[in-house]
């Protein structure tokens, strides 16, 4: 695609065209131009040329890689960055480069980059750590073509990785006469219907291979782009089971049916309901959160050498056993999902009276290695239906509303009917459109400035998200922002949101503004999902190196609520949040005034008074006690107290006399865009009349 028609943008063109390395140009998402030497290596001729989406072209795995799409209005500097360049005939090329914003409101943006080999550009060394560690074989692929394999790849099929990488994976390994099931599995996986299957794949010397195999769908920014499989020996297996043929049909670890077992159990039972109309049966799964944030140390086995997650499954099976009635039976599916078959009901109350009585079992809390534990779980019933005519129907229809049990909050049930089957379609559709929303970059970041109340002077600003509608208008995220967090998706949002404040500080204090304005801040408010990712403080640190601003100058704000999900963990998060230097505020403090404790025991920089408390400062009540209180006591402990919802000058004027140090809310500025931001940066104060 050509430049737009005029006499300068041809000679640019010929310009760009001139150029030895890949110069491609970006609007919104897309490669709208590509120089000669990219349509050369990608295989395209000029005449060939359509606007296509940056991920069809440049991709990576490396954190960065075709990924700095978000840069600020106002931010110019190149993001470095590696990749991998897509080619016409499926070849797979390292790139590298830098990525330039040209209009920010635009999303105009300038992609320069040369080839660059693995050695170049290599992977980070904790995922190369990870993936060594997993004892599976694991394939990521693109399409069809292998993107990154890791050692145990090598060790089940003998190929190394620069063997694999670029090559079709079907011509690899896929029995001729399998074809059909690969393709069948990719497509499970891009529909999120994560089964294993028992299958049989060849090695490099052609010699066939029994193995377990699981499919999952690799989501980068919220867009698919891709496939990771792994695959399990079952060569052992194979030869146990042909020794004990019930070993095949039980779970190990529990001794309750496997999902096989469970099935043809469920099979027989829909076969008997379509003969005796009069009754029929239901399905309970039970949904285990194995990876709650400090509930389990699985590096102490207990006395039979299990994890300590491990010996939890073993009670929650005895738990479902001492529910069951005689003609049910219980199978552990897979991970932490549980089933119940439940046979012989007539109606949907016999289905509640076993899931509330499976609830009563699962809310006592568990002890496991003489630790006290109360994991968190869902669950979800259905009850068969002549429209059940086959297992997945109706274990289907139970998953759906384990997901809607999940996103009421959990440590619940639901069973499904009709008015479920539409929220969880309801729930399906938003979190469509969050995933569209994040696709299509349709938000940004909004600024609420923070002021120090005794002199007006501007100290800095609270990042908060906002929608930017196809009509132009913006709205508040916040009706998403549960989605996002259900669907993890909030993760993204947190690397954006971390990543967008720490350019948005850089702009405040670079030139042309020449501010430099060393206590300007800027604070990011995390969900508690996001504060408890695994990830969190990398991400951080990431965002800092990539700006080089000074980490004292980056908030991380959380709610008091958060820290007191799990104290122990939250203290060890913030340990290392404190030692990159960043400072951490808790929102919405005097809420609850239960966790005073944390002010002692966490190093806590910020305290930001719930906005009720702020209306209590012309109250003459026990609130207003309080709010003194906490204002000495942050005083005391050299903690920044923050005002939040200032909405009147009678409460400006008693914030300042109980000497309230910083403030925000309506009455000192409304929400602010990042020009705006700027502008307000530049003046270093409100601009509301003294005395108003």
């Known amino acids: 695609m050509h430049l737009p028609k005029n006499s300068d943008s041809v000679e640019q063109q010929d310009v760009l065209d001139a150029l030895p390395v890949l110069v491609f140009l970006e609007r919104a998402g897309k490669v709208v131009f590509a120089n000669a030497e990219a349509r050369h290596m990608i295989g395209f001729e000029e005449a060939e040329w359509i606007p296509r989406p940056v991920e069809d072209i440049l991709w990576g795995l490396s954190p960065g890689a075709a990924e700095p799409r978000t840069l600020l209005t106002g931010t110019r500097h190149g993001s ?39 050695a170049q550009a290599p992977r980070p060394r904790f995922i190369e750590d990870v993936l060594s560690s997993i004892p599976e074989a694991i394939v990521i692929v693109h399409g069809d073509r292998v993107l990154s394999t890791n050692p145990a790849f090598t060790r089940m099929f003998g190929y190394t990785a620069d063997e694999a990488t670029g090559a079709n994976l079907r011509d690899l390994i896929v029995p001729p006469a399998h074809a059909d099931e690969h393709a069948r599995l990719e497509k499970m996986a891009n529909q999120d219907a994560l089964e294993p299957i028992q299958t049989v794949r060849i090695n490099k010397s052609g010699d066939p291979l029994d193995v377990a195999m699981l499919a999952s769908p690799l989501t980068v920014d919220g867009a698919r782009v891709g496939c990771i499989l792994s695959f399990r020996s079952l060569g052992a297996r194979k030869h146990a089971e042909s020794a004990d043929p019930d070993a095949a049909l039980h779970d190990p670890l529990t001794g309750l049916p496997n999902r096989a077992l469970f099935r043809d159990r469920l ?157 969880f379609t309801s729930r399906q559709e938003r979190e469509r459109e969050l995933r569209n929303v994040l696709l299509n970059r349709e938000f940004e970041f909004w600024y609420q400035p923070i002021f120090r109340l005794q ?21 508040s995220f916040s009706d998403l922002l549960s989605v996002a967090e259900d669907s993890g998706l909030s993760i993204t949002l947190c690397r954006e949101s971390l990543a967008a404040a720490c350019r948005q500080l850089q702009a405040l204090t670079s030139e042309p503004h020449d501010l430099r304005q060393p206590d300007l801040s800027l604070t990011v408010n995390l969900s508690s999902r996001q504060f408890y990712h695994c990830d ?26 958060t820290l007191n999900e799990n104290p122990e963990a939250a203290a060890a998060i913030l340990e290392r949040l404190v030692e990159s230097r960043a400072r951490v505020a808790i929102d919405n403090f005097g809420s609850s005034l239960a966790p005073l404790n944390h002010l002692m025991r966490l190093p806590i920089a910020v305290l930001k008074l719930d906005p009720k408390l702020t209306a209590a400062s012309t109250a003459a009540a026990r609130r207003l006690t309080v709010l003194k209180s906490l204002v000495r006591l942050g005083h005391t402990l050299g903690i920044q107290v923050v005002a939040q919802g200032i909405e009147t000058p009678e409460q400006l004027t008693a914030l300042c006399r109980m000497g309230c140090e910083l403030g925000q809310g309506a009455l000192l500025s409304r929400l602010l865009n990042p020009a705006q931001a700027l502008t307000l940066a530049e003046r270093g104060r409100w601009a509301i009349e003294p005395g108003a």
């Open 536 to 561: 969190l403080v990398a991400q951080v640190k990431t965002a800092l190196a990539a700006t080089s601003i000074d980490p004292w100058r980056l908030v991380i704000e959380v709610q008091e609520t």
């Open 455 to 475: 002199n007006g002077k501007l100290q800095g600003f609270e990042s908060l998200l906002r929608r930017r509608l196809p009509s132009g208008s913006v709205e």
């Open 267 to 423: 099979s027989l039972a829909l076969s008997r309901r379509s003969r005796r109309r009069d009754q029929t049966c239901g399905v309970l799964l039970l949904d285990l959160d194995l990876g709650q944030p400090g509930q389990i140390n699985d590096s102490q086995p207990d006395s039979d050498n299990r994890a300590p997650s491990d010996s939890l499954l073993v009670a929650v099976a005895e738990r479902l056993r001492v529910v069951l009635r005689l003609q049910d039976s219980a199978a552990r599916l897979e991970g932490g999902e549980f089933a119940i078959l439940v046979e012989n009901i007539l109606d949907p109350g016999d289905l509640d009276i076993v899931a509330s009585r499976v609830l009563l079992q699962m809310n006592r809390p568990f002890e496991i290695l003489g630790v006290v534990v109360q994991p968190a779980f869902s669950i979800g019933a259905a009850m068969a239906t002549p429209a059940h005519t086959v297992p997945e129907m109706l274990l289907r229809d139970a998953s759906h509303a384990v997901y809607i049990a999940r996103q009421e909050g959990g440590c619940r049930y639901e069973i499904f009917d009709k008015d479920l089957d539409m929220r």
């Open 80 to 118: 470095p960055f590696h990749a991998t360049l897509t080619a016409s005939d499926g070849r797979l090329l390292p790139v590298e480069g830098t990525y330039s914003v040209l209009n920010g409101e635009l999303c105009d943006a300038i992609i320069v980059a040369h080839p660059g080999g693995r």
